[in-house]
C-alpha cells in the first residue's frame, strides 16, 4: 500500500497528464486517468448548464454539485479539486460579477489551463489558487458556499478536509460536494491499484463513514442530495481481477456510489427561503443503503 504521499503523488501525475490532453481522449475514463478504456463514465452532462464552458469540462466529475450548492447573487464560492474550471465557471453564473469564485486544485497542469479558460473568458472574479485542498490557502470564514466534484476520493486524510472546510466557511455557510463511497468492501488488487486510486474508485471509503465524517467535524442539515450506483465495465475490472475474483466481486454485492452530499456550518444568520431541493435525510439514506446489501434482493 502506498503510503499518502506517494498517493497524492500518483494522483498529481495523472491529472498532469489529463490536463494536458483533449476530453476526447478522456471520454472514457471518467474522474480519471485518460488511457483508452480505463474507467467507465461517472460524469453527468453540463452542457444544459448556464456558465457551461465546454474547454473547462474534461470530463471528470461524478454529479453535478452547483445543482444543489444554492448559490446566490454575490456570494464567494470555492471549488475544491477545481481541475480545468468546469464547476467554477457553472458558479459563476451563479454568483455574477459581483461575487467571486476560487478554484484550488494541486496540480500545476490543471491550474494552467483552468487559468486559460478564465482569461479567455474575461473573467477578473474567478481565480484559480494552486494549493492541496488538506491545507487550503484560503482565510478563515471567507467562502459562503464551498462545491467539490469528485475529488475528496482521491485525498488520503478526508478528515482534514472536511476541518479546513469548517475553517474556510462563514458561520452559516455550507457545501455542496459529489463524491464517489462504496457499500461493502472493495478486493484488495482493486484497493491496491494506483490506476484504480487516481480513477476515483479504490480511494473512497464507506458511505456512512464518510457521513460520519462530515458530522464530526461539526456540520448540521447533513442531506445525500442524491445517489446514483457506479457500475464499472467487466473488461476494465478484468485488468485488475481474475474471472473467478470477478465473479466472487460481483456476487458479494459491493456498491460503488456518486452521491451529493449537503451540510451547513453551524452559527451565522439563515440563509432566507433557502431553494428546497432535499432528496433523502440519513435515516432514509441508511434505507436506500441497506437495500442494496447482498441478499436484500433489490439490486
Ligand atoms: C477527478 S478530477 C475533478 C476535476 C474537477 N472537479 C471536474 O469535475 O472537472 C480531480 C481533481 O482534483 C485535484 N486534486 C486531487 N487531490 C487534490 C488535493 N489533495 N488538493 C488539491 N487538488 C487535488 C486533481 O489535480 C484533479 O484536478
Redo the contacts with the bound molecule.
Keep these: 500500500m502506498m503510503n499518502a504521499e506517494a498517493m ?1 503523488t500518483n ?2 501525475e495523472k ?2 497528464e ?2 494536458l490532453q483533449s476530453k476526447e481522449n478522456n471520454a472514457c475514463s ?3 486517468v485518460g488511457t483508452a478504456g480505463t474507467y467507465t463514465i461517472m ?1 453527468e452532462s453540463y452542457t444544459t448548464l448556464n456558465g457551461y464552458h465546454a474547454d ?7 454529479g453535478l454539485p452547483t445543482e444543489f450548492a444554492d448559490i446566490r447573487q454575490g456570494d464567494t464560492v470555492i ?9 467554477a465557471f457553472v458558479a459563476r453564473a451563479e454568483t455574477g460579477p459581483e461575487g467571486k469564485v476560487i478554484g ?4 500545476p497542469e ?1 491550474i494552467r489551463r483552468a487559468r486559460l479558460n478564465a482569461d479567455k473568458l474575461g473573467f477578473n472574479n474567478v481565480e484559480f489558487r494552486q ?4 491545507d487550503m490557502p484560503v482565510n478563515d470564514n471567507s467562502a459562503d458556499v464551498i462545491v ?4 475528496l476520493n ?2 488520503p486524510d478526508k478528515r482534514k ?1 472536511f476541518a479546513e472546510i469548517s475553517r474556510v466557511l462563514r458561520p452559516g455557510g455550507h457545501f455542496s460536494i ?1 463524491d464517489i463511497v462504496l457499500s461493502g468492501e472493495l478486493p484488495d488488487t482493486l484497493r491496491q491499484s494506483a490506476e484504480m486510486y487516481a480513477g ?1 474508485v479504490s480511494g473512497a471509503i464507506q458511505m456512512d463513514e464518510y457521513l460520519n465524517l462530515i458530522t464530526e467535524a461539526g456540520f448540521q442539515h447533513i442531506t445525500v442530495q442524491k445517489q446514483k450506483p457506479i457500475l464499472i465495465p467487466d473488461e476494465i475490472l478484468l485488468e485488475h481481477l481474475s474471472e473467478t475474483e470477478l465473479k466472487s466481486f460481483l456476487d458479494s454485492g459491493t456498491g460503488i456510489f456518486s452521491i451529493t452530499v449537503y451540510a451547513e456550518k453551524a452559527g451565522g444568520a439563515p440563509k432566507a427561503e433557502k431553494k428546497e431541493k432535499r432528496k433523502l435525510n440519513l435515516s432514509e439514506l441508511q434505507v436506500a443503503v441497506s437495500c442494496c446489501e447482498p441478499g436484500s434482493g433489490c439490486c
Design positions: 497524492k494522483v498529481r491529472y498532469a489529463i490536463a471518467c474522474c480519471g460524469s473547462a469540462d474534461l470530463g471528470l466529475g461524478c471549488d475544491l479539486g477545481s481541475g480545468a474550471g468546469n464547476d484550488i486544485d494541486f496540480t490543471m494549493g492541496d485542498i488538506d467539490s466534484n469528485c475529488v482521491l485525498v478536509v459529489s476515483c
